[in-house]
């Protein structure tokens, strides 16, 4: 007996010691869980529901404290017991019993004798008339359920976030590039503007530094910021697909691998878990659970990244085309997420009650609203394909909103009943930044012209440039305009389309003064209209006659040329088609930012067609007194002869500049060689056929040897791929001060 009894202690003793008492709020939660799993028989059942019946069971609870003493350790407890406390205070109207006084009663001789509770009879739900204590490896099991289970509910959180940090990090490496490159711009220009990367003899330490820092920056110019991702397309669509440019691959490339291992690691799975036996349903549920949130948590930054407005862009100086890479990615990675999400529930509810169950799951309010949210996601993807986008621009743009404000609905309630997590945090902001933008939008238009109903602009159809120029009135403008920005044209001449809204480049900038100081000096104004200096026929006049405004009007205003295409530009083509009228049109921007192109000294532009907007539209600055430019080449592919003259009727006074060399390629109208007016400018040459882009560069980089380049390309994809592909080939020549631009007219 005594013999007996000693061994009992010795062993009791033995299984005391052969474990530590385990930390945290999980081990008391784990014998809760332990004794849930029983009902005591000193409770009413009809007292409502289990946990208040809970409250009010002595042999429970004294199962509890015991259960806690035996396992847990004593951080945290008198917390966690008061919250127990003060909950079943409001569900069951009953306290608690003072924890110490309770374990008093159960000295240790007589708690060796408490019966086990055993994770087999557990798993029965039995009722229990006695006090019981959970058996170690239950208890474990339990602990090691909540705490896998929890743990993955943090990790899930804090892997969403880390999406923000993310940009956070791209943005800031945009941010401190744009800085550092403004602070070696302004150093440059301190230093002749030559570009060395070598220090003058005897140059103190700083400038080697600088020599390194350039070196850096040069490299950095040539492999990551100026390349196509591979094969020298960027422009040029390769099926129907663009590719982005490498810096923005390698920023989405980076993103979507971040998205992989985020959605990959870190999943506890455990023997014997009492949520989900099986550890192929723990994975199940984790990785849907990981998906889940992380697509969720990518919904802010899908809004911020597809807005038209958005503070990043002046932050980084990246355009809306970059950033519109950027929204397009992370709504694929979010979309690709959410489907995952989707199936890992609908095969965890298949294989608990197949399809039975999966049926009676879709009368839940929560759980259709997220297969809703999945198949309109997938929905939004599916109509954006590049494609559709290029041929039916407005039905996309259309859909696009109405699917994606579905998506937002059917998330709320989606995630509206998780009441824990607070899910709406990440929807909230896709409104709110939505709202914004659409506020922003009417403020720009408000600041171009508070009465904007009243906005009057001129349009002009000319069929043999197939051109429209529109020449909007800017005087009440309050928001300066900027070579290089973009407006969105609204035309509200018809009620239906009123609400469609394009972008165009600003071409020239008439600031009233301006146009008269030209009126006003010798050869400019016979310069301005070489058309009738050379003309008497009626016909020619009356193509003069299609731009009134330049009767002399000193009206400052903004003239925009439009190419006719598809859609909105044809139709207001064809309004203007017989002559030209008074169209009333919003104005909305400026966007974009302007390059201080007038920075450099040597210039060249690589422009097709309307592309010409852009020289047109930077030379006025490049050519005023701050300017440090000395060489502007323009080398112009254009297909009508028409346009190139209605070009240098307008502005040829642009071209009289002798800093300003305008070198055209009439790529089609070849047979009306009727160059006479062209052969009075200077510094104007035509040839036929294509200009080949890469000889341009590389004789221009010849020219300026070391000397800073700005390459600024605006034309059909072809082109503005070979520009690229030029300016690398160039660096990697060593003509280190070569920078390229790429204007493009679409994203
Ligand atoms: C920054 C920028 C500046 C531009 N500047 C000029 C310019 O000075 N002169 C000029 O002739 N053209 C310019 N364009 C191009 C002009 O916006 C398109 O030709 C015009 O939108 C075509 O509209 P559509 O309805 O006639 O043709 P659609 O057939 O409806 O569209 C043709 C293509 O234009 C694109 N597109 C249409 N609307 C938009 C929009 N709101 N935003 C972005 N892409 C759109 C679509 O992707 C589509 O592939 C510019 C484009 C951009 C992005
Ligand atoms: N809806 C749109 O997508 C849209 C709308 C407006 C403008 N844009 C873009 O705006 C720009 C100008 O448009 P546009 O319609 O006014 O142009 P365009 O009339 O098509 O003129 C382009 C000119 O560039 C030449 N060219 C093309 N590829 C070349 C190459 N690789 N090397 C040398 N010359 C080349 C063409 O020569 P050939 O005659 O021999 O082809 C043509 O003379 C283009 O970028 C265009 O894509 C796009
Ligand atoms: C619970 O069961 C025990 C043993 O069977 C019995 O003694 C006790 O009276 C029961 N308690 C109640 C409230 O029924
Ligand atoms: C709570 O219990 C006390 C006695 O324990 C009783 O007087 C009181 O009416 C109860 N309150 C409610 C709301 O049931
Ligand atoms: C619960 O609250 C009551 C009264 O507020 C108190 O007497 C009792 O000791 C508390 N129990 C615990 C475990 O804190
Ligand atoms: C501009 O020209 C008009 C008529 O051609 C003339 O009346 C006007 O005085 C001129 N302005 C200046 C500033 O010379
Ligand atoms: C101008 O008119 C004269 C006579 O009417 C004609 O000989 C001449 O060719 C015309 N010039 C042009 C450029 O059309
Ligand atoms: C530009 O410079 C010229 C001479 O250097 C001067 O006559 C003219 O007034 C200047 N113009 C402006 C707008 O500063
Ligand atoms: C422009 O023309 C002038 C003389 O008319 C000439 O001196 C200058 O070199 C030309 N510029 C270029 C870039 O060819």
């Known amino acids: 007996m005594r013999a007996n009894l000693l061994s009992t202690l010795l062993v009791t003793g033995a299984v005391h010691n052969s474990y530590a008492l385990r930390p945290g709020k999980w081990c008391l939660e784990a014998c809760e869980l332990n004794l849930n799993y029983a009902e005591f028989n000193d409770t009413d059942l009809a007292l409502g529901s289990h946990k208040s019946r809970a409250c009010r069971s002595r042999l429970r609870t004294d199962s509890l404290y015991l259960c806690i003493d035996e396992f847990c350790e004593v951080d945290g407890r008198a917390e966690w017991l008061s919250r127990a406390n003060e909950t079943c205070m409001v569900l069951g109207n009953a306290s608690l019993p003072s924890y110490d006084a309770i374990l008093r009663q159960y000295p240790p001789e007589e708690r060796i004798l408490i019966q086990r509770l055993y994770a087999d009879e557990a798993l029965t739900f039995p009722t229990l008339n006695e006090v019981l204590i959970p058996e170690e490896t239950f208890h474990e099991r339990a602990f090691m359920t909540l705490e896998a289970a929890f743990y993955e509910y943090d990790i899930h959180l804090v892997y969403g976030w880390a999406m923000f940090y993310f940009w956070a990090a791209v943005l800031a490496i945009g941010m401190t590039n744009r800085l550092a490159i403004s602070v070696l711009n302004l150093r440059k220009q301190g230093r002749q503007s030559t570009f060395q990367d070598t220090p003058e003899a005897g140059a103190p330490n700083i400038e080697r530094k600088q020599g390194l820092f350039i070196k850096f920056e040069v490299f950095f110019r040539r492999y990551i910021s100026i390349p196509a991702t591979f094969n020298k397309r960027c422009s040029e669509p390769i099926g129907w697909c663009t590719i982005p440019s490498r810096i923005q691959s390698l920023a989405i490339f980076l993103f979507v691998l971040l998205n992989i291992i985020l959605c990959t690691v870190d999943y506890r799975t455990t023997e014997g878990n009492l949520y989900w036996p099986q550890k192929s349903t723990q994975l199940w549920r984790f ?218 480049t600003v071409a020239y900038i008439n600031t009233g003064k301006e146009s008269s100081a030209l009126n006003g000096s010798d050869n400019a104004h016979s310069l301005l209209r070489p058309s009738r200096r050379r003309t008497n026929s009626t016909e020619s006049r009356e193509s003069d006659s299609l731009l009134p ?71 006025s600055a490049m050519l005023s007194n701050g300017s440090s430019a000395i060489s502007i080449r323009i080398v112009w592919a254009v297909r009508e002869h028409a346009l190139l003259l209605l070009v240098i009727r307008d502005f040829g006074f642009l071209f009289e500049d002798e800093r300003v060399q305008l070198e055209v390629h009439v790529t089609q109208d070849e047979e009306d060689k009727d160059d006479l007016i062209i052969e009075a400018m200077k510094n104007v040459t035509v040839q036929f056929g294509r200009p080949n882009v890469p000889v341009v560069i590389k004789e221009a980089g010849e020219e300026v040897g070391q000397e800073r380049l700005a390459i600024v390309a605006c034309g059909p994809g072809q082109m503005a791929d070979q520009a690229r592909q030029s300016c690398v080939d160039l660096l990697a020549q060593g003509h280190n001060g070569v920078e390229h631009f790429e204007e493009s007219f679409k994203w």
């Open 287 to 504: 990785v849907s659970d990981r998906t889940g949130i992380i697509s969720l948590a990518n919904f802010p930054l899908i809004w911020l990244f597809g807005m038209r407005n958005n503070v990043l862009m002046w932050l980084t100086g990246w355009g809306y085309g970059t950033y519109n890479n950027f929204h397009r990615w992370v709504a694929r990675v979010s979309t690709v997420e959410a489907v995952i999400h989707s199936i890992g529930y609908t095969v965890m509810i298949h294989e608990r009650g197949g399809w039975v169950l999966f049926r009676k799951y879709l009368y839940k309010h929560y759980f259709w609203n997220g297969e809703l949210a999945t198949i309109f996601m997938c929905a939004v993807l599916a109509f954006s394909v590049y494609g559709l986008r290029r041929s039916h621009y407005e039905t996309f743009l259309i859909l696009h909103i109405v699917l994606s404000i579905v998506v937002l609905f059917t998330m709320y309630y989606h995630v509206a009943i998780f009441t824990t997590g607070e899910w709406n945090r990440f929807i909230y902001p896709c409104v709110a930044v939505w709202f914004i933008d659409r506020v922003l939008r009417a403020f720009r238009i408000f600041t171009f012209n508070i009465q904007f109903w009243n906005t009057k602009a001129i349009a002009s159809y000319d069929a043999d440039s197939n051109l429209v120029k529109l020449d909007v009135p800017c005087e009440n403008n309050l928001m300066e305009a900027k070579p290089g920005t973009y407006y969105y044209i609204y035309v509200l001449d018809n009620l239906l389309y009123a609400h469609q809204n394009h972008p165009f």
């Open 549 to 619: 405004q330049d009767q002399g009007s000193p009206l400052s205003s903004l003239v925009f040329l439009i190419r006719p295409y598809d859609g909105f530009t044809s139709r207001l083509a064809k309004k203007t088609s017989l002559s030209p009228k008074n169209l009333r049109v919003l104005i909305e921007g400026p966007y974009g930012h302007s390059v201080a192109l007038q920075q450099y000294r040597n210039v060249l532009f690589i422009v097709g067609g309307t592309g010409i907007a852009v020289p047109l539209s930077h030379l």
